[in-house]
């Protein structure tokens, strides 16, 4: 499985808050946490590399996409957005993360605008709820996940129902949010989990990389046959 | 629209808390309420009354059926349940309030043990918060609907996959809920609504009022036509 | 109910066949059926209109638009497209018609790319199946609808799993297709109903006008309140 | 993954066109194949064993279990049905094959009368088209799987909306009907498979077995941390 971890890498170069969480970049700390868990071929992408570091090559051979944007979701070329589209209707596994809500991308497979959510920084706790039961993604992880601190996220939150809803979090000011969602598009899994913002060390806690490790293993296609579309003959006379 | 009532009908009866908030029992209030919302023809049935209340005559005129109780499930006989059930499938809608996720007719027609759930009765804040829009379910209703005392439950909820997921509710203890619930079944469609304990006034609240009547008015079957199910013969040759 | 019937209008202009069977367009027989069954405000809008004949002003009117289009979809400005969509998630009304499946709104809102299909123009016989019981689409309508001669489009169709599943089609060359969907997009509801090509007098059939007159009542909105995304203040302190 | 392969086992030993097809049961015939894909612990259980073969320990240690019934679903002892409930609440996963539609087990978990259905003995083509790409369960299976001969089922079958509709029948006819289909039910996953009947030799073809081998390894539990339901304290203060 080749997993690409890509991050729009703004806030930790500009912001010394986060450059103190991720110093050498989210992306960077993802693909750590994956490496340490037995994936070998983990590689990175951000934004200012040329193509956003999506080159045909890396993006035909890449099995697992990470994306984390927030601030320069509009400084993704329509052409890369179209190209990560095709991929991920051919069967390449997709993961949303956090404020990559609002990216091109989201928006394109889902089919609403799904910037529109509810949102306050303040550092509430987040506790996540497991909603579905043995399901892959949430393997080994409690019957909830508690993050001390982390933006808020409020419903309605503007997406599609979900193909499968894992995860519902608490807020202390008061708000819900569908955390954890699966989208199937085509032959592809799309896995939205909304923790990460840039100011918290979300990505550090190790229940988070457990469960992201899951769903890398769950959005990976099952490499079944594609099909053919257009005219056809008949079955049967 | 025929509606019917039904209520165990026993706190209001034994404890003085209960009875200072529903003298004439919960039934009567939910049937006052849909009453002076305009519905003429609703009644009520309780368990103590011959055959629970739910004769064949009762049942086959009736179109939506509220369904309250606690603590006396166990003292439904199956052959009501078993009426119950086969009018569901045969069109009749059900809207199952509160405690009544552990009756025996919502279990049998979600097929899981749907006593599964977390509770504690603290007094605490509920927020209900809208997940589908513009469901007429939620007509009318604000994009939350707070509640100032409720029993808390709490997720995991051992239920399948709902149809659709109207609300998810908040509890300032930190838990979160799936508390508006479509289910469909054959030709019938089922309502889950989570609050209404009885020791605290939720169904005298005029938006907890208003969901309740629009919950009638879509739960209350189209008309379709039934099918024949059995033997067919081909319908080409 | 404001409805507006949109139509791409070119086939009946140069095909004599199809002008046979739809003189003043098909969208003029869909306003026909429509204002007969009652529906008093019922326009029409086709491609060579000044701007799609889909001004703001008609749009912002509009409760339910009906969608037929299939060799010019790559005609309709995606500035028009753009606006159909951000009405339907506003709580517009779409029904998308047969070749439609391959419009660039659907495609938009569906979140794949949902020309997808095989087809073949052999005049099959189609059976569809009424698959969710008691719907308000499907009332009045018997558990299968015949049509004697249509193309044929089969699956796998490349749409994501529909909110509903109402109606699958059977083909005489050994075809299966989901024909009749309703996908939840924001606030509006979305019914792709697959007969209708232009060389059949599909339209022309009760049963499927009444379901048609069936489609344009459900996907109507309910009148909900919008909710305020962005920005918000704790609910709680 | 330990297998339990359940079959009441009548027609085979009373009917010698059956006996032919599977002289040693339908349950061995399953039983053999995924033995030589390598599931090495495989065993069967038969209707007029003690307790049905389904002892405390066979199903306790059961992960996943094959069901295949038709003529005797009543005499499966209530209590036992219970006990396979209860496991597949708890995770085990369940195949249940052709007319075992209308056994107790899959009515239960359900909740509706799946007995419902149309059907026809008339050795009809069926060609199963596969509407959700890229699924495990499909894995290595072509667009569509033809069985030359095979009873008929017809639409509409009386099931709640499975969770994942995986394949949809054709048959010669004229009907159609969800032929494979996943439904979630607490921690336990169901696979409903069409094909079956005991006078055909359909658990002989390569790419059935191939499917049902398939279903096993996904319906197998991820084995995930089980939920304590019940009183809980608060999570925060």
Redesign the interface.
């Known amino acids: 499985m080749k997993i690409t971890v890509w991050n729009e890498f703004c806030h930790e170069k500009e912001d010394d808050r986060v450059k103190a969480i991720y110093p050498d970049g989210i992306h960077e700390t993802i693909a750590k946490f994956l490496r340490e868990a037995g994936y070998e071929d983990v590689t990175t992408a951000t934004l200012d590399m040329p193509e956003c570091g999506l080159t045909d090559e890396v993006l035909n051979s890449t099995d697992v996409l990470f994306w984390w944007g927030h601030v320069r979701h509009g400084d993704v070329p329509d052409e890369i957005v179209e190209k990560v589209y095709q991929r991920v ?1 051919a ?1 390449m596994g997709l993961i949303v993360l956090h404020s990559g809500h609002a990216s091109k991308i989201f928006h ?6 799904t ?6 920084e ?1 550092n ?2 987040e ?1 996540l ?8 993604i ?7 996940l ?1 993050i001390e601190h982390e933006e ?1 996220y ?3 939150f ?1 997406i ?2 979900p ?1 499968e ?1 894992l995860l ?9 949010f ?1 955390s954890g969602c699966v ?7 799309i896995f939205y989990f909304r923790p990460g913002h840039e100011t918290v060390p979300t990505y550090h806690i190790p229940e988070v990389q457990k469960l992201l490790c899951n769903a890398a293993e769950y959005v990976c ?16 006379e």
Request: contains cysteine.
């Open positions: 209707l069967g394109k497979l889902c089919g609403t605008d910037v529109g959510l509810k949102w306050r303040s509430d706790k506790i709820w497991v909603i579905e039961q043995n399901h892959p949430t393997k080994d992880i409690d019957d909830k508690i808020t409020g419903e309605h503007l599609p129902q193909d809803l519902v979090s608490w807020f202390s000011g008061g708000e819900v569908r989208f199937k598009r085509g032959r592809g899994k296609g099952a490499g079944s046959k594609p099909v053919n579309y257009g005219w056809a003959a008949p079955v049967v």
